[in-house]
């Protein structure tokens, strides 16, 4: 899982490079929580398109972390990235109010969701591509709000596990604070995601990597000494989150239905 | 001989902006007394093309086959198209210009199917490789995973080729903590190729990002005394001028005659006596 990540960052940095100024945008905008994933992308951002190039805004909700958004002003500081913040409680209660919402997750989806939203608009704003900050833990694990954080046009991070995440964040000299501190979706106060998930990033990196990158058999993941519950359990939760990792299903009718039969690249014609 | 090893980022499924880009490279070869240059596979429509192979493919009488014989009285040219034959199959195929026509075609034999790789849904496979005449020189081409079987290479050296150039669109993948699966598996088989076969061997592979996949350049030239005479940059657009000469394959046949030693009967023998062949 060890990775050359002056290699990778050349890979990455070219990736944002390209994806975004050949579609005739020259601006991302990045929403910063404060962790690490979206301090990783936007700072690959800042070296592909430069730092008056990126837009990034932390967008608070009242319970959110005063820790997050310090975080995020230290990365914006260190890194010189323009950052706006923008409370989203104004529009996020009035909504929350008028369904009668008080269900934790529910709520929490609200939040996300809200956050794209506020991140779409801007990129409409800034005529700027919006930067995915999605790992492939979560991606796999389905552990992000569909149509939430999930949501971007372009994701330099997708295919780089959490631990490769921290280690690729060491690399390009991301604050340690950042990298050190207890991973959070930062929905409701005190949550972490290895509490939540129920193990660790490390352990579960670990699996993921010999279940999914080396296909390695239940049998041979036992034999390295993972217990046959977590195998199943990671193993169904990668099946059951399929739906958020692809387009919406489309009923076929004709000879050709869009991306079963009528298959072009995105990059089409750039 | 010279050789200008072109390293370009084509655009995906346009072929007016990717002839433009080879006008602009062929002319900068000419400039700097090139006798040929290479382009990398599908240079002149991009890789992921899907449904656009269709609409990109060129037939032999295309204009932009036309042009490419006529520019070809200035300078040898190998680039890498959709090929359309007159029973419309569809073929990921290297042109050679030289002299003012398109002196020989290669079609991909071998064509991935695997993994990111869907070619043979969209494309007909080849069925042989043949050599020609580059000035004079016996030479073959391989479409990247061409390189990659025994066959090819096998019929290739039993014809007498003294030079290979691999023209390709290879993936950055499969990144480890010193090296990455593709740069490694390309270079450890031109290195192979060079030194066994004895023949100058060049690999030519483009850059650029398609739908998030990078593919890594790093073109590469060993000549058959397996000496490296030039390399580009990885990723990044780039150029190179390569000079090779049959004289090296001479000598490195006088160094290493595994070619003299070769002995096809062997392998006739054993795919009659395995019944491979009836």
């Known amino acids: 899982m060890n990775l050359n990540y002056k290699m990778v960052a050349d890979v990455l940095v070219n990736f944002i490079k390209e994806e975004t100024e050949k579609t005739g945008f020259a601006n991302l905008v990045v929403g910063l929580s404060g962790g690490i994933d979206s301090a990783l992308s936007a700072v690959l951002a800042t070296k592909a398109i430069g730092r008056d190039k990126l837009f990034a805004f932390a967008l608070p909700y009242k319970t959110s972390s005063k820790e997050s958004l310090d975080d995020a002003k230290l990365l914006a500081d ?193 | 001989m010279k050789i200008y090893i072109s390293q370009i980022k084509p655009f995906l499924g346009d072929l007016s902006k990717n002839i433009e880009l080879h006008k602009n490279e062929i002319q900068h070869a000419i400039d700097q007394k090139a006798d040929i240059v290479i382009f990398p596979e599908l240079s002149l429509t991009g890789y992921f093309l899907r449904d656009l192979v269709h609409d990109v493919a060129l037939k032999s009488n295309s204009e932009t086959i036309k042009l490419f014989e006529s520019t070809s009285k200035r300078i040898g040219i190998i680039a890498g198209f959709v090929y359309e034959d007159e029973n419309h199959q569809f073929f990921n195929a290297a042109g050679y210009f030289e002299a003012g026509s398109l002196k020989h075609l290669h079609r991909k034999v ?72 593709s740069q490694e598996l390309w270079y450890n088989t031109i290195k192979f190729i060079a030194n066994n076969l004895t023949v100058n061997t060049i690999f030519v592979n483009r850059v650029g990002v398609e739908d998030g996949v990078t593919f890594w350049g790093g073109s590469l030239a060993i000549d058959a005394l397996g000496s490296e005479i030039g390399r580009c940059d990885l990723i990044r657009e780039d150029n190179r001028i390569v000079e090779i000469k049959d004289e090296t394959v001479r000598r490195s046949r006088i160094l290493s005659p595994f070619y003299r030693d070769e002995d096809p009967e062997l392998f006739l023998e054993f795919i009659r006596n395995k019944g491979i062949i009836k």
């Open chain 1, 78 to 270: 260190k890194f010189g990235i323009n950052l706006q913040v923008i409370e989203i409680t104004p529009y996020v209660d009035p909504f929350l109010e008028t369904l009668n919402l008080d269900n934790k997750l529910r709520m929490g989806n609200v939040m996300a969701r809200m956050r794209m939203v506020t991140l779409f608009d801007m990129s409409s704003k800034y005529r700027a591509l919006v930067l995915g900050t999605s790992n492939k833990t979560e991606l796999l694990l389905g552990y992000g709000t569909w149509y939430g954080d999930l949501a971007s046009a372009i994701n330099p991070i997708g295919d780089l596990y959490k631990t490769q995440v921290w280690e690729l964040s060491k690399y390009l000299g991301i604050p340690e604070k950042l990298i050190n501190k207890k991973p959070t979706a930062d929905l409701w106060l005190g949550q972490t995601d290895e509490d939540e998930l129920g193990f660790s990033y490390t352990e579960v990196d670990r699996l993921l990597y010999h279940m999914i990158d080396e296909r390695l058999s239940k049998s041979e993941l036992i034999n390295l000494g993972f217990s046959e519950q977590f195998i199943m359990n990671v193993a169904e939760r990668v099946r059951k989150n399929q739906f958020k990792r692809q387009l919406p299903i489309i009923a076929k009718i004709s000879n050709r239905t869009i991306d079963r039969d009528f298959r072009y690249s995105r990059d089409w014609g750039y």
């Open chain 2, 110 to 181: 071998y064509l991935p199917n695997y993994t990111m790789f869907e070619e043979s849904r969209y494309f007909a496979a080849g069925k042989s490789f043949e050599t020609f005449d580059m000035f004079g020189s016996k030479t073959g081409i391989l479409i990247c995973e061409d390189a990659l079987h025994l066959s090819s290479l096998y019929l290739y050296s039993l014809q007498g080729v003294k030079n290979l150039l691999i023209v390709s669109n290879s993936p950055a993948r499969g990144f480890y903590s010193d090296r990455f699966y």
